[in-house]
């Protein structure tokens, strides 16, 4: 029975993603083992086929080893712009169902679909639709996981891997989980996974029988977490924790501001304090919000609110590429009227990290700014923010609202 309660939630990830474009960009690959990664000594494969998996190589491990285990696999050096633009079809896809999409990585995200199924229609042929759609529009193949809480989801699309369509009805949850090992749950690595062989535990299901208490003893907090999860209760919503998150700067001007060239100043000085922000903290973003608030006033005190947003071709921390979005957001949104709050903001995030261990840096110019960046950075953590600046005078920073908004798009 479904309790009204229930949520509906879909994790959709897409079969050896980097591998199957290659694979359907050149059909001399398919059916063919195919390893895309850096065929350097220190390489790592970023995908493999199916057709590699059956020789028990995956993602991360020593192209070397790959080697290794398969002499004949076809080695590709991989074209991130590629798959970049492939994740941005895919994602098009996945918003014409929910408005909630989180995006884990290129290729993967979780779908709230508890209103969308509302209006679509039963969630089992809501997905098949979904994976029809991708697979009509991109040739390239979806598993799609369908449960009441994110963690059961993305096992559930894990087990229908490849090409398939698993899903776990609420009351069903705590079956379906009971014979998965204990590794299945989120953050249960080999460590825990040793500490919980101590006290007798395999599976989930084992999981279960132990007392709360037990476990609380044995791995503090988190054991009364692992114990929650055990039982399927994973009360995470649906982009909490990245979708929503942003990094943005927005002021209120002293006086209203009608000249352009005034606004684009300010839209500069907030983008590069938030691309500043988001270097500092190793995340780049793909989608940059406008906020502005017209000077004319509606009466009460408020304002008319206008927010444009677009999703740029890849994520970024460069100041410019952000000014530079937030520009264009600015002509599309009103071209004549004077402003009384600007703001800008940066979400959809992605670890910067995970991209520079990824593949390759292919654009130069990129690159080139990139380095800019980081001395910039050095110098300005060195000698504060007045230090260095680029091109005109900063706008009249004084007159933020506040530095920080996180949380909030
Ligand atoms: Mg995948």
Redesign the pocket.
Known sequence: MRSPSARTIFHA?????FAAVEQRDDPALRGRPVIVGGRSARGVVAAASYEARVFGIHSAMPTVHARRLCPDAVFVAGDMRKYRRESRRIFAIFDRYSPTVEALSL??AFLDMTGSTRLLGDPVAVATRLRAEVRAETGLAVSVGIAPVKMVAKIASDLAKPDGLLAVAPDEVCAFLAPLPVGRIFGVGPVARARLTTLGIATIGDLRTIPEARLAAALGVWGVELACLARGEDARAVAADREAKSYGEEQTFTRDVESRERLCEAIRAHAEAIARRLRRDHVRGRRVTLKLKLARALGGGRYPLVTRALTLPDATDDGAAIAAAARTLLVRATPHDAIRLLGVAVSRLESAAGEQMGLLATDRDAARRARLNRAVDTIQARYGDAALRRGAAPAERAGLSQGIKRGED
Do not use: S, W
């Open positions: 990830d897409m079969d050896a993603f290729d993967e």
